[in-house]
């Protein structure tokens, strides 16, 4: 265990918001702001040079939008251990969605309370993706009702995983946590975290919420089921 604080990098275009998140990252024991940026451009420059833990990453960004900049983060190596958590106004799904294609750890509305934020980037920071709640699963189940030709192709990736990978993968699709599928299949919490870990590896996932997403995309949870 580290007593290093949490490096928060701030990125949105409306100076305000940033002001004010900026205030209570620093106020907050346990967390420190690596940097401010105004655009996507900025925001990845600085993921690179801040030794950033989190970016609190705002959709809407001029030159380069936060999207983008989420799947360039995400896609570098070099900064493998960086979260993205996405700010939105929940009104835009097709956005979420996206967010979480790209490889964002999570969202949370602009409207949250400040402990509501602390909390989200505690838990993205510890390599959890916030998708636990039931909304947020009905939301990506929503989209991927849709026919979509890349189906085929992430259920022919399904076919590399065991039998257990594949149980394990579509109780973290449900929102479980590791204690809750350990308890489910009867297993410890370290085997549960292994099977995990080598599902990931084997789809190429960033992270936890990645296997949610793939898990609606393969077909191995249907939308509208659990």
Same mark, same amino acid.
């Given at each position: 265990?580290?007593?290093? #604080?949490?490096?928060?990098?701030? *990125?949105?275009?409306?100076?305000?918001?940033?002001?004010?998140?900026?205030?209570? $990252?620093?106020?907050? @024991?346990?967390?420190?702001? @690596?940097?401010? *940026?105004?655009?996507?451009?900025?925001?990845?420059?600085?993921?690179? =040079?801040? !030794?950033?833990?989190?970016?609190?990453?705002?959709?809407?960004?001029?030159?380069?939008?936060?999207?983008?900049?989420?799947?360039?983060?995400?896609?570098?190596?070099?900064?493998?251990?960086?979260?993205?958590?996405?700010?939105?106004?929940?009104?835009?799904?097709?956005?979420?969605?996206?967010?979480?294609?790209?490889?964002? +750890?999570?969202?949370?509305?602009?409207? *949250?309370?400040?402990?509501?934020?602390?909390?989200? $980037?505690?838990?993205?920071?510890?390599?959890?993706?916030?998708?636990? #709640? @039931?909304?947020?699963? +009905?939301?990506?189940?929503?989209?991927?009702?849709?026919? =979509?030709?890349?189906?085929?192709?992430?259920?022919?990736?399904? @076919?590399?995983?065991?039998?257990? =990978?594949?149980?394990?993968?579509?109780?973290?699709? +449900?929102?479980?946590?590791?204690?809750?599928?350990?308890?489910?299949?009867?297993?410890? #919490?370290?085997?549960?975290?292994?099977?995990?870990? !080598?599902?990931?590896?084997?789809?190429?996932?960033?992270?936890?919420?990645?296997?949610?997403?793939?898990?609606?995309? +393969?077909?191995?949870?249907?939308?509208?089921?659990?």
């Amino acid at each position: 265990m580290t007593d290093e #604080p949490i490096r928060v990098l701030l *990125a949105d275009d409306q100076p305000l918001l940033l002001a004010s998140f900026a205030t209570l $990252i620093a106020a907050t @024991a346990g967390m420190c702001v @690596a940097g401010t *940026a105004r655009t996507g451009a900025e925001a990845v420059t600085l993921a690179r =040079e801040a !030794r950033a833990d989190v970016v609190l990453m705002d959709i809407r960004m001029p030159e380069l939008d936060g999207l983008a900049a989420t799947r360039l983060i995400t896609a570098d190596e070099d900064l493998a251990g960086v979260r993205v958590l996405i700010l939105t106004t929940f009104e835009i799904d097709e956005y979420v969605f996206a967010a979480l294609r790209s490889g964002a +750890s999570g969202f949370l509305g602009k409207s *949250a309370e400040p402990e509501e934020l602390l909390h989200a $980037i505690r838990v993205v920071h510890r390599g959890d993706a916030l998708l636990t #709640p @039931a909304a947020t699963r +009905s939301l990506i189940a929503r989209y991927l009702a849709r026919p =979509e030709r890349g189906q085929e192709i992430s259920a022919h990736r399904l @076919a590399a995983l065991t039998e257990r =990978e594949r149980e394990v993968l579509g109780l973290v699709g +449900s929102g479980l946590s590791n204690s809750d599928i350990a308890a489910h299949l009867t297993l410890s #919490p370290h085997t549960v975290k292994t099977h995990i870990n !080598r599902t990931m590896g084997k789809l190429g996932a960033h992270d936890r919420a990645q296997l949610v997403v793939f898990a609606y995309e +393969s077909g191995l949870i249907r939308p509208g089921g659990a």
